[in-house]
């Protein structure tokens, strides 16, 4: 069955760099787009930056445009979400998914699988 394993979560200085890595297995992965979300505690998930199916066309939250990269790896199955210029308000459970032609990439009920999540702690 289809699988996303989320890692490289952790505790950053505000400034700093984090790696997020998300692993696929049990589904074609050439053919879904993939995004991040994140959920800080007592909010709603939210949109975070998506990498359409061929991976042609990335999109961005406002609050992480010019900050985070997100990028795809067909040969090893894997989206990366490169985390720079951390902030404290990027603190929450950050979330991969993938999603069979997306229309509506900022809205979490267009995404058909998804990981269990990875934290993400900035301190200031």
């Known amino acids: 069955q289809a699988r996303l394993v989320e890692s490289g979560g952790g505790l950053v200085q505000a400034g700093g760099s984090l790696r997020l890595s998300c692993a696929a297995s049990?589904?074609?992965?050439?053919?879904?787009?993939m995004g991040w979300f994140r959920q800080a505690p007592g909010m709603e998930r939210k949109f975070v930056a998506s990498?359409?199916?061929?991976?042609?066309?990335?999109y961005y939250a406002d609050f992480v445009k010019g900050r985070f990269t997100i990028s795809r790896d067909y040969a090893k199955n894997t989206t990366t979400l490169q985390m720079n210029r951390v902030e404290p308000e990027d603190t929450a459970v950050y979330y991969c998914?993938?999603?069979?032609?997306?229309?509506?990439?900022?809205?979490?009920?267009?995404?058909?699988?998804w990981g269990q999540g990875t934290p993400v702690t900035v301190s200031s």
């Open positions: 998914a993938a999603g069979f032609r997306v229309t509506t990439r900022m809205d979490a009920r267009g995404y058909d699988y």
């Open positions: 049990g589904f074609t992965f050439s053919g879904y787009d």
């Open positions: 990498i359409k199916w061929s991976g042609g066309f990335t």
